[in-house]
C-alpha cells in the first residue's frame, strides 16, 4: 500500500506537462511585464500573495497590480525552475518553484531567490493558478 507522501508525489506526466506549462507562461508574461498575460495564468477567483506580503484577489485584480508594479521593477529576467510537484487532487496540484534572477542569455546570477508555491488547478478554460504565495528562499542549498 503507498503512503499518503508516495500517492501525492505521483503526477501523471500529461498533467505534469500542463503545470509546467501554466509555469512558463507565467515566467515569460512576468519578464514581458505583460500583466494581462501574466493574470491569464490565474483563475478568475484565484489568491495570490506577493513577496511583500499583499494579498490580492481575482484576476483583475491581480492585473491592475500588475500594471502598477511591473513599471517600477528592476529590469532583471528570472527563470522559474519547478522543484516539487504533488498532487493534491488528480486535477489539483502544488508545486514549489524557484524563482532565480537571470542574464539575457539565461544565466543565473546574483541577486535574491523567489520561492513560490503554487496551487494549479483545471479550470474551465484550462490549468490555472488558484493560490499562490512568494517569499525569498532563505537557504540557497535548497534549491
Not at 503512503?3 to 500529461?14: G, I, K, N, Q
Not at 508574461?29 to 481575482?58: H, S, V
Not at 542574464?103 to 490555472?128: H, M, R, T
Request: aromatic letters at 6%; hydrophobic letters at 45%; charged letters at 25%.
Amino acid at each position: 500500500m503507498a503512503t499518503t507522501s508516495e500517492f501525492h508525489d505521483v503526477v501523471p506526466a500529461d498533467v505534469a506537462a500542463a503545470v509546467r506549462d501554466v509555469v512558463r507562461s507565467l515566467q515569460d508574461a512576468f519578464n514581458a511585464k505583460d500583466a494581462t498575460a501574466l493574470a491569464a495564468c490565474y483563475a478568475r477567483n484565484a489568491t495570490w500573495t506577493n513577496a511583500m506580503g499583499k494579498r490580492l484577489t481575482g484576476r483583475e485584480e491581480i492585473t491592475e497590480t500588475s500594471r502598477k508594479v511591473f513599471p517600477v521593477l528592476p529590469d532583471q529576467p528570472v527563470r522559474y525552475d519547478v522543484v516539487r510537484m504533488f498532487a493534491i487532487r488528480p486535477e489539483v496540484i502544488a508545486v514549489n518553484v524557484v524563482q532565480t534572477p537571470v542574464s539575457p542569455a539565461g544565466d543565473a546570477v546574483e541577486g535574491d531567490k523567489g520561492a513560490p508555491l503554487y496551487v494549479i488547478s483545471k479550470e474551465n478554460d484550462g490549468w490555472k493558478i488558484i493560490a499562490g504565495m512568494n517569499g525569498f528562499l532563505t537557504d540557497p542549498a535548497t534549491d
